[in-house]
């Protein structure tokens, strides 16, 4: 890493993410970047209309959706002998998709050292199947969160919509029995084995995180769905004892462990800061 006069420049670019109306992924890299103590700027780009990403944001990554996060490494030493060998200012690196922006990151800041469980078993460094359980959890679970189990929640969320304006309302009965039929034969019985699947495993990530006995980023990965989805979950269908919160304890357990961290609270601060304040021109310095 940097010494403290070379420290990379980071922003975070984003769209608005409001509590009132619902959370962004943006969230979790803010609370990341917290735990990391990197510090970091802040861009906000604001919604349009349709509630899609602003065009802006397709100059900084070309699939023009956020979080986005820009690191520009320090200039290179004069005293230095790469400088010496003619070595230029390294352009800037863009990261895109929350699991590999929370990899990249807890592997160049320091303080992801003490984020990521250790990666070997003893004795069995660089060996296949020598990583620990931990270890292999958080790869898993960083990836997990936008490749599993989100697909499900936004087709919840796109489905639902056809049971509501502007849908005309002489047609949404019709809409609304197709949107029933897949909502309760495809999407809640698979998003229903998705909290079956947490339960299990946080019985036996050896702790109360989705990894092991502490927190990792990859449970800040993870927070952002599950936020999103737990208000609407005992909608979707059926659950024992009337909620997913009786049928899976242990899930509501941990939603209430990660909205109790220290991280995620200020994350919740900067947010309400930046809600009062949003602006394109002048990045906030966090
Ligand atoms: N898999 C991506 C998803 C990015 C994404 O869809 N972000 C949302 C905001 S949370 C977005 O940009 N929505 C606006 C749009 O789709 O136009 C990630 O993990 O970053």
Known sequence: MASDEQQPQVTLHCIPVSLRLNRSRSQSLLWLLEELKVKFDIKIYHRTEQFLAPPELEQVHPLGKSPVVVITPPPPSTSSSSSSDGQQQQPPIVLAESGHMAQYLCEHFP?????VPQKWKPGMEGKLGGETEAWLRNQY??????GSLMPYLVL?????RLKQPPVP???????SAVANRILSSYIFPNIHRHIRFLDQQLRTSGGRYICCDHLT????ILS???????GSLDSMGEWQ?????AEFPRVREYVDLLESEDGYKKSTETIRRLEG???????AKM
């Open 111 to 115: 303080e992801g050292r003490r984020l």
């Open 141 to 146: 679970f960083l990836h997990y969160s936008e």
């Open 156 to 160: 919840s969320l796109v489905i639902g």
């Open 169 to 175: 309302f002489f047609i949404r009965p019709i809409t």
């Open 217 to 220: 980023p990859a449970d800040i």
């Open 224 to 230: 952002f769905p599950l936020f999103e989805a737990r």
């Open 241 to 245: 004892g009337g909620s997913w919160k």
């Open 277 to 283: 304040s949003a602006s394109e021109a002048a990045p």
